[in-house]
């Protein structure tokens, strides 16, 4: 049963443009929501985070927004750079951390 | 460095060997977790260990997979009887404490079982 889910595997998107990545989840009790970034051969780095008493947290460039009623969270960059070109996690707790599959962005100069 | 680290790097055995993977989490950190990614897949939770709590098994994909952490530090995951579907990415995070605290995560080891 996967209580995380990024149900899009890859995204591509032009340097200077919004990326927008999506995370469904269906446990209710996740009160903390976490995006992590992975480079190739490399272990996931901490991104940006946000309490379930917040809609919105904004960092830079880095933006998650979080729909308790839809039980969904995203994370936006804006602008997108191709540094940015990594694989992206969402994960939630509500003790331990539950990771979805990822997806793969791509930003293309 | 101060980051958390993990050895070997990679990791080529042949099915039915046993191997074990070494974690070495930041200073202090409380908190050590294993995970492992497979070809295509998400970080799987394996377990996870709290101060002197007794660990939280309910990731551990089979009784061939065991993991133990010595001195509240360094942790070993250990896979008894390999499989090929063992093959993966096996990577250890460590955090100042658990539930809400961010967690840093070594480079992986790379597990090819042939």
């Known amino acids: 049963d996967q209580q995380v889910k990024q149900n899009s595997p890859s995204l591509s998107v032009q340097e200077g443009r919004i990326s927008i990545l999506n995370c469904d989840y269906t446990n209710s009790m996740f009160d903390y929501f976490l995006w992590y970034k992975k480079y190739p051969a490399e272990g996931p780095t901490f991104l940006i985070s946000i309490s379930s008493i917040k809609d919105k947290n904004e960092d830079g460039r880095f933006t998650v927004f979080l729909n308790k009623s839809a039980k969904h969270l995203s994370l936006h960059i804006v602008p997108s750079q191709p540094g940015d070109s990594a694989v992206y996690f969402c994960a939630a707790t509500g003790g331990k951390l539950i990771f979805g599959q990822g997806t793969t962005l791509q930003v293309k100069p | 460095g101060a980051g958390v680290s993990q050895s070997p790097s990679n990791k080529v055995t042949e099915k039915g060997k046993d191997v074990e993977l070494r974690c070495d989490p930041i200073s202090g950190h409380t908190a050590l977790y294993w995970y492992r990614q497979s070809l295509g897949q998400g970080l799987e939770f394996l377990i996870y260990f709290q101060g002197n709590s007794a660990p939280d098994k309910s990731g551990l994909p089979s009784d061939r997979f065991s993991a133990e952490r010595t001195g509240g530090s360094v942790s070993t995951l250990t896979i008894q009887r390999t499989q090929q579907e063992d093959s993966a990415v096996y990577l250890c995070?460590?955090?100042?404490?658990?539930?809400?605290?961010?967690?840093?995560f070594g480079p992986g080891t790379r597990l090819l079982v042939l």
């Open positions: 995070a460590s955090s100042f404490n658990s539930g809400m605290e961010t967690q840093y």
